[in-house]
């Protein structure tokens, strides 16, 4: 008996060592028998339903099947409240208030894929907790305009950032059994003309640099679904886009999930059928009767709309719907998250400039908080990404709480707040802390006040920056100007009394020439969720190190970043903006007729990317233009010593070592970054790209032998000759360091 055991086990062990891993992808169709016995019961109208909205944010399930609708949920910052049926308005409910995470540039600036993963489990429970499947989110297009609307909604200007958070984000929703719609598939990088414009894009860039996110989250991390952009690449709309969803997602990718269109992103029904798309939202003007019609008159087949609704199965599969009468007992936002939320936040400070001002010494007895971005909450506004937050320290509640007894913390606004777009009725009384125009200037009485509250103070924190009114959804800023004379405002104070530190309240960059010679101390302090003013007063306070970096390149000037020096942006890319207005029935009525007839009647905006890959640093590395504080740069209480650094290759990775020591004398954390530049090339490269990094927590005076890895796929480029990837062998100098500008050691390898 044993003697054929023993072979057989053999047999077995081997063949289990020589069988292909399951990818992530090819684990969504483990139901695929069973979801095909369910189709083959249903009725051609039963199927159709599932490929458009049932209500806002749903999509139908068959209940005589026991099938389940799926509920979806914005994202990416928190578990958006509950809406009406047939639009966004709120529902008026009471237990959906969530935590609000910190936006989006604030997670990049962690450089960390575990807060990504925790940040992730903290949205996917909070989702459960509402019943819902699918979150909408995380926003992963790369940060191209410093003036872009949804710049804090999305990661980084650098792909490999950005590719590692949004796979630990996405891991961490779905290792809840909730599934995640990662956005705005692809090229979405402007809001101007966001619903009608044509992106002109080279292969290479497009793969290199603006794929990549999406093709990390969806290979390795087996992202469910995808929602296509509402923007056109290279003359086709991302929702019926043979190229992105059929080609690249479904082909290259193995792509096994559905894929649901942006709101209102759908275009027709025959590209939509045809090019990839699987569910229409919102509406069914396109994926709803037509398709029937179609199948009807022969330019449709059955088996397609069978195998849209198989991979929206696969999806309702994998994710367990939460019983009704579970769902919605219990508060959306939680304990576990709102620690969650903090950890982030605290990590992702950012300290730009130091004279010696922070941390905020014992001597300390009266501080003046000056500036409106002190007591704005920031959670709601900006569209589909505001949450409705259980819970919102301002950085003034979390000064004075930390502050405590013995330092007394006066307060001013400085400046008026630009409200922006009015969606509701507009106030009888204009409110004297509102401004008119956003560049409106400094307002006497306020300035007045606030310096005269900083001439008593030993220290003076201003906080400035902008709102979600100015960085929002549907519109990109026109500037990155500091709005309503604020800039005016902060050399008052600072004529008054130079112990001043600035607080930048913002998702994006902004233009820092007037404030940066008057400001001793810059942090950047994000818009940082529900727990924002508890970690920037232990940032401030010195309770912890800073230790965020910089995920995107603060430009001196707007003109210096690649879009604009070359006249890419705004170019031709303006003159659709009505988009925003036309696809949301809750603010305009208007037949899909009248709706098509306004698109047609709109300029055809173009934006050109010629810029190619070189985008944020891997521009003003290469063109030499000094930025004001660099891609990664980012400031500590303590100094970080790098050396010992030892490279080589071996299998298909670089590899190096390093020593990094904390001489400081307090705990911190260093996120190191390793760069690469190419000697001898035959192809175009920039100056130098990122390729690893990790965050690092050594305790005062601490060292520690620090490793990195580069696998060879990360250093391929795409070759537009063969239209395929390919390694270019030759010799690679290593740059580690601290910041793309603060290089600490370099190393030579050969490939
Ligand atoms: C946004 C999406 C969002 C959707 C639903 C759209 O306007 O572009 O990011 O998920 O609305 O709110």
Redesign the pocket.
């Known amino acids: 008996m044993k003697r054929y055991l023993i072979p057989a086990l053999l047999a077995l062990a081997l063949a289990a060592a020589c069988a292909k891993p399951v990818s992530p992808q090819e684990k969504l169709s483990a139901n695929d028998a069973r979801i095909d016995e369910i189709i083959a019961q249903m009725t051609l109208e039963e199927k159709v339903e599932m490929l458009h909205s049932k209500t806002n944010?749903s999509s139908a399930g068959v209940e005589r099947l026991g099938i389940a609708d799926i509920n979806?949920a914005?994202?990416p910052f928190g578990i958006?409240e509950e809406g009406q049926p047939n639009g966004?308005m709120s529902a008026g409910w009471t237990l959906d208030s969530a935590t609000y995470f910190p936006t989006g540039s604030a997670l990049a600036a962690t450089w960390s894929e575990d807060l990504a993963y925790k940040y992730g489990t903290g949205m996917g429970q909070e989702a459960r907790l509402r019943g819902k499947d699918v979150i909408?989110?995380p926003?992963v297009n790369i940060q191209r305009l410093p003036v872009g609307g949804r710049t804090y909604?999305y990661l980084s200007e650098d792909p490999i950032l950005s590719a590692a958070l949004a796979l630990y984000y996405t891991k961490g929703v779905q290792d809840q059994g909730t599934a995640v719609c990662i956005?705005?598939f692809a090229v979405n990088n402007q809001e101007t003309s966001r619903g009608s414009v044509d992106v002109q894009i080279d292969e290479r860039t497009l793969r290199e640099i603006y794929l990549k996110p999406f093709e990390r989250a969806i290979v390795e991390g087996g992202a469910m679904s995808v929602?296509p952009a509402?923007n056109k690449v290279n003359g086709d709309y991302c929702s019926e886009n043979e190229h992105l969803l059929n080609e690249i997602l479904r082909g290259e990718w193995g792509f096994r999930g559905m894929t649901v269109s942006?709101?209102?992103g759908t275009h027709s029904t025959m590209g939509a059928m045809l090019h990839g798309l699987n569910v229409q939202?919102t509406g069914s003007n396109y994926l709803g009767q037509p398709v029937i019609d179609s199948i009807a008159a022969g330019a449709l087949t059955e088996d397609l709309v069978n195998e849209k609704v198989r991979q929206i199965l696969r999806v309702r599969f994998a994710v367990e719907p939460v019983p009704a009468d579970v769902a919605n007992t219990r508060m959306t936002s939680q304990p576990e998250s709102q620690r969650i939320a903090r950890e982030v936040a605290e990590k992702s400070i950012v300290l730009l400039k130091n004279d010696g001002i922070l941390p905020v010494g014992p001597d300390v007895k009266k501080i003046a908080v000056i500036g409106q971005n002190a007591v704005l909450k920031t959670q709601s506004g900006g569209?589909?990404?505001g949450v409705k937050a259980l819970y919102e320290v301002t950085p003034l509640e979390g000064i004075r709480a930390r502050a405590g007894e013995g330092v007394e913390v006066t307060y001013a606004p400085g400046y008026k707040n630009y409200p922006g777009f009015r969606w509701g009725p507009v106030p009888a009384e204009p409110d004297p802390l509102e401004a008119a125009a956003i560049n409106e200037p400094a307002d006497p009485a306020l300035l007045a006040e606030a310096v005269a509250l900083a001439r008593e103070a030993d220290l003076v924190l201003f906080f400035g920056g902008t709102n979600k009114s100015i960085e929002t959804?549907?519109s990109d800023r026109k500037d990155i100007k500091l709005p309503c004379g604020q800039e005016t405002l902060v050399q008052a104070l600072y004529a008054a009394n130079p112990n001043l530190a600035t607080v930048l309240v913002s998702g994006g960059p902004t233009d820092l020439q007037v404030l940066e010679p008057v400001s001793p101390a810059i942090v950047q302090g994000w818009w940082n969720g529900t727990e924002g003013g508890t970690a920037l007063a232990e940032v401030l306070f010195g309770d912890i190190a800073p230790s965020g970096k910089l995920p995107f390149t603060f430009p001196v000037k707007l003109e210096d970043s690649p879009a604009y020096a070359l006249g890419n942006f705004p170019g031709n890319s303006a003159g659709g903006d009505l988009f925003?207005l036309m696809f949301r029935p809750d603010v305009l009525k208007m037949t899909p007729a009248e709706r098509q007839a306004l698109i047609d009647a709109l300029p055809k905006p173009v934006s050109q990317y010629t810029e190619r890959f070189y985008v944020g640093y891997r521009w003003f590395d290469t063109k030499e233009i000094k930025p004001m504080f660099a891609f990664g740069h980012g400031l500590s209480y303590v100094t970080f010593g790098y050396d010992r650094l030892k490279a080589s290759v071996s299998g298909r990775k670089v590899k190096v070592t390093f020593r990094l020591t904390n001489e400081g004398e307090m705990e911190a954390d260093e996120v190191v970054q390793l760069y690469v530049r190419r000697i001898d090339s035959s192809v175009e490269w920039p100056a130098k790209e990122l390729k690893a990094f990790k965050r690092v927590t050594l305790k005062a005076g601490e060292c520690r032998k620090v490793s990195l890895e580069i696998p060879f796929e990360d250093l391929r480029y795409w070759n537009e000759e063969t239209g395929a990837w390919d390694l270019e062998h030759g010799k690679l100098q290593l740059l580690l360091g601290a910041a793309s500008d603060d290089i600490r050691q370099t190393a030579e390898v050969t490939i």
Do not use: I, N, Q
């Open positions: 944010m979806y914005d994202g958006r966004f909408l989110g926003a909604e956005k705005h929602m509402y942006d709101w209102g939202m569209m589909g990404a959804e549907g925003t």
